[in-house]
């Protein structure tokens, strides 16, 4: 039969190989989690970028919309609506 001191004995061993057990997984999860902020950076960062391209292309697409007709306008000599 276990003795008091033989339990707790066990106890602290336990303790122990689970505090060995842990430090690495916990280091492990700490890089991970840099690592999932790092590419949740570069996302956004690639977001922002798309979404200024996109608006440049609509914006230049628009002014030459714009100047198109312009000229279709002088072309007929109408006046433009107002």
């Known amino acids: 039969m276990l003795t008091q001191n033989d339990l707790k004995a066990i106890r602290i ?12 997984l916990k280091k492990q999860l700490d890089t991970l989690e840099m690592k999932v902020e790092l590419v949740n950076k570069k996302v956004e960062q690639s977001q922002q970028e798309t979404i200024e391209t996109l608006s440049g292309l609509i914006h230049t ?10 000229h279709i306008e002088d072309q007929l000599k109408t ?4």
């Open 79 to 82: 006046s433009q609506p107002q």
């Open 13 to 24: 061993i336990v303790q122990e190989e689970v505090k060995i057990e842990v430090n690495p």
């Open 61 to 70: 697409g628009y002014n030459l919309h714009e100047e198109r007709i312009k």
